[in-house]
Nanobody, 113 residues
């Protein structure tokens, strides 16, 4: 099955930006994908999705600040995060939307106030 490796996290001040990248181990051409995050003590939540044809959807908490995109030729899905807030602090993961693959290690995003 496909595997995912996330990168691009870091420490940023409130109001700053980060771009996360997710590399899949194989073709993602016909697969809807999503970015998830898990804050300390919280359940993992789905925050952004993109279908195989590029239709996107966002959780209310990140709408108008985050943008998901994909490059099927490179097997990547990215998450551009702008106007970051301390509440965005979490480990971020990418995965499919249905029939989830094994979770990768994720990438830590920490937003300081």
């Amino acid at each position: 099955q496909v595997q995912f490796v996330e990168s691009g996290g870091g420490l940023v001040q409130s109001g700053g930006s980060l771009r996360l990248s997710c590399q899949a181990s194989g073709s993602i051409l016909r697969t809807s994908l999503g970015w998830y995050r898990q804050a300390p003590g919280e359940q993992r939540e789905l925050i952004a999705t993109i279908t195989s044809v590029g239709t996107t959807n966002y959780a209310d908490s990140v709408k108008d600040r985050f943008t998901i995109s994909r490059d099927n030729a490179k097997y990547t899905v990215d998450l551009q995060m702008n106007n970051l807030k301390p509440d965005d602090t979490a480990v971020y993961y990418c995965n499919k939307i249905v029939r989830l693959a094994d979770w990768g290690q994720g990438t830590q995003v920490t937003v300081s106030s």
